[in-house]
């Protein structure tokens, strides 16, 4: 059984379509194919089934997947231990970024990572299904370090970094029959429409959570997936929103007014995060290291 048989096997389990991993590996789907063929032969057991839903995982498959990960993570460790004993950090690493966040300086961050390990390389991936996305593909290997919004404490199995807390603030029209007030409860909110992220994203989790709590339904009149629009929509009065003090400083608030929740806590929380059950290579250490660094002031300590 070679390394390359079990890369070509998760590519395939991970992506659920023969064709999706060649893209992944750059090779012909033609190679993946004869690759887990042999796979299959030495094994004499069948680890996918084709159907309508795309490619799936046999019983066999399934046994083989977790112990596929973790043969592939203890040879990459041996290849960076080796590496590090010569002084040099080398890879490949993926990082999940979220849209309309500038917290971080990436620009910066990469061009310092590069002048510290020239022979890392950085994958930028842009979140397509919010935190929530980001957080699954963190757990299947697909990324190694992702910026990532908890709504509450992060979860046990990732390693994670505040990098910043801000509380969301209503947003609405200077005209709205709000804008003249310093505070709101929640339930005064009933019945009104909202701009917002689809489900799964950061501020929509947040949110959610705090109406849910309070007993209050809300209707979504928009949802747009890159939030530093949002209070252009909420300027043009097709809802209301919220939004944290640092995305309104970058955008601008002309024609909007903010409006503080009374009656619960709506905080925006910024993480760094990585897995904390599978052991992350040099060169993903390399880049957390590097961005708690460059965490600003206004960061918080080190979440267990």
Not at 252 to 260: P, S
Request: proline letters at 5%; a neutral charge.
């Amino acid at each position: 059984m070679e390394l390359r048989q079990l890369e070509y096997f998760l590519a395939v389990a991970d992506n659920h379509s023969f064709t999706r991993a060649a893209e992944k590996l750059h090779v012909v789907q033609s190679g993946v194919s004869s690759t887990i063929k042999a796979l299959e032969r030495e094994l004499g057991a069948q680890l996918f089934v084709r159907g309508p839903a795309g490619v799936t995982l046999t019983a066999a498959g399934r046994e083989l997947a977790p112990r596929a990960r973790t043969t592939l993570d203890a040879a990459r460790a041996a290849v960076d231990a080796v590496a590090a004993a010569r002084g040099a950090v080398r890879g490949t690493v993926t990082l999940g970024t979220l849209t309309s966040i500038n917290i971080i300086d990436l620009p910066t961050l990469l061009a310092e990572l590069y002048a510290r390990h020239p022979g890392v390389l950085v994958q930028l991936r842009s979140a397509r299904a919010g935190s929530a996305g980001l957080v699954r593909q963190l757990r299947a290997g697909d990324l190694d370090v992702a910026f990532v919004v908890f709504p509450e404490g992060s979860p046990a199995d990732l390693h994670t970094r505040l990098v910043a807390a801000y509380p969301l603030l209503l947003v609405v029209p200077a005209h709205h029959p709000l804008a003249a007030r310093e505070t709101v409860r929640i339930s005064e909110l009933a019945g009104m429409t909202f701009v917002d992220g689809p489900p799964g994203y950061g501020n929509r989790a947040v949110v959610d959570r705090a109406f849910a709590a309070a007993g209050v339904a809300r209707t979504i009149a928009l949802e747009i997936a890159d939030i530093g629009t949002t209070a252009t929509h909420i300027r043009n009065g097709i809802g209301i929103g919220f939004l944290s003090r640092f995305i309104l400083d970058e955008i601008g608030d002309d024609g909007l007014a903010t409006v503080r929740i009374a009656d619960q806590d709506l905080c925006w929380r910024l993480y760094v995060a990585m897995s904390a059950v599978r052991p992350p290579s040099a060169a993903a250490r390399a880049v957390f290291s590097l961005i708690e660094q460059m965490i600003p002031d206004r960061g918080a300590p080190s979440v267990p």
